[in-house]
Structures are given as structure tokens and as C-alpha cells.
């Protein structure tokens, strides 16, 4: 069974520090770019950022951009965000996501990703 799982979410106060983790089982995605998706009460999911299949590439929200860094290790199988300055707006429930095409670019459309994982709840307080 392939599963995806998130961890490190919580409550941190604006202008802190988080970082999220998203472990794979079942597979390895060494091969496929990954990505980290939101979702806010009352909002659609939105990609946050992506990573290529050998982390040498990123993309970024406009959002996030200079304030979250992605990363990866393939040995391990995990993925992680690193967010810094947090922002009230940051509040959301944080996805991980993989798939697509082997070897293929990091994307920030949600319909190029077949594996998901359950969230992680992150919350930041004024």
C-alpha cells in the first residue's frame, strides 16, 4: 500500500518557524516530482511549492516565494517544507503530493499528482 505522511504541523505564532515532513511508504518516488498543496476553510487547495525528481529544481508560489524552502532526500523517501516568517494566512491544512510522469518537471497543478497524503494541520496566530 502506497501511503504519504505528513508531520510537523501545529500552532506557531506570525513571523515564526515550521518545518513540515511528508514520508512515503508502499513506493519510491525518487524518480517523480513532489509538492506541497494548502487548503484554508472556505478555499480551494492551492499549490504552495514543488520539487523536482533530484531536487535540483523548485517552484514556488508567489505566496510563499523567499519565505518557504522545499527539499528532499530520495535515500529517504521524505520531503519537507521549511517555513519561515510565518503569516496568519498561512493557516491551512498542508498536503504532500507525488507522481506524474517519471523524471518529470515540478508543477503546481494538482491534477499532475497521483499520490496524496492526509494533511497536516498548520495554524499561526497573531
Known amino acids: 500500500q502506497v501511503r504519504q505522511v505528513e508531520s510537523g504541523g501545529g500552532l506557531v505564532q506570525a513571523g515564526g518557524s515550521l518545518t513540515l515532513s511528508c514520508a512515503a511508504s508502499?513506493?519510491?518516488?525518487?524518480?517523480?516530482?513532489r509538492g506541497w498543496f494548502r487548503q484554508a476553510p472556505g478555499k480551494e487547495r492551492e499549490f504552495v511549492a514543488a520539487i523536482s525528481w533530484s531536487g535540483g529544481t523548485t517552484y514556488y508560489a508567489d505566496s510563499v516565494k523567499g519565505r518557504f524552502t522545499i527539499s528532499r532526500d530520495n535515500a529517504k523517501n521524505t520531503m519537507y517544507l521549511q517555513m519561515n516568517s510565518v503569516k496568519p494566512e498561512d493557516t491551512a491544512v498542508y498536503y504532500c503530493a507525488a507522481g506524474g510522469l517519471v523524471y518529470g518537471s515540478p508543477s503546481g497543478n494538482p491534477h499532475e499528482y497521483t499520490y496524496w497524503g492526509q494533511g497536516t494541520q498548520v495554524t499561526v496566530s497573531s
Open positions: 508502499g513506493r519510491t518516488f525518487s524518480n517523480y516530482a
